[in-house]
Nanobody, 121 residues
Framework: QVQLVESGGGSVQTGGSLRLSCVASEYIYHMPTLSWFRQAPGKEREGVAAIYTEGGSKIYATSVEGRFTISHDNAKNTLYLQMDSLKPEDTAMYYC??????????????WGQGTQVTVLS
């Protein structure tokens, strides 16, 4: 059972930056998709960024494109999310996930416990 542990959340002023980390208990880069999701109070969980490990392509939600960067360090089994130019609407609990089947079924994916990001206006 893969375990994912996020860190790096916190409170930051509008326009600030944070880097989230997600350490995996074992090698995960062989899994087709590694992702970051977020969920704000009263809202549905939404995908923020993902890496398709075969080929290395990356995708971003429109709301964060140009401000967030997803990356992975294979040697450290760590997934990152660099968040710049943060806005109050980025406030949410952020979760990393690893999809062993690449089918996007949340029930099949490994999830971390989340790290809270709060952007102050």
């Amino acid at each position: 059972q893969v375990q994912l542990v996020e860190s790096g959340g916190g409170s930051v002023q509008t326009g600030g930056s944070l880097r989230l980390s997600c350490v995996a208990s074992e090698y995960i880069y062989h899994m087709p998709t590694l992702s970051w999701f977020r969920q704000a109070p009263g809202k549905e969980r939404e995908g923020v960024a993902a890496i398709y490990t075969e080929g290395g392509s990356k995708i971003y939600a429109t709301s964060v494109e140009g401000r967030f960067t997803i990356s992975h360090d294979n040697a450290k089994n760590t997934l990152y999310l660099q968040m710049d130019s943060l806005k109050p609407e980025d406030t949410a609990m952020y979760y990393c996930s690893a999809d062993p089947k690449g089918e996007g079924n949340p029930a099949d994916m490994y999830w971390g416990q989340g790290t809270q990001v709060t952007v102050l206006s």
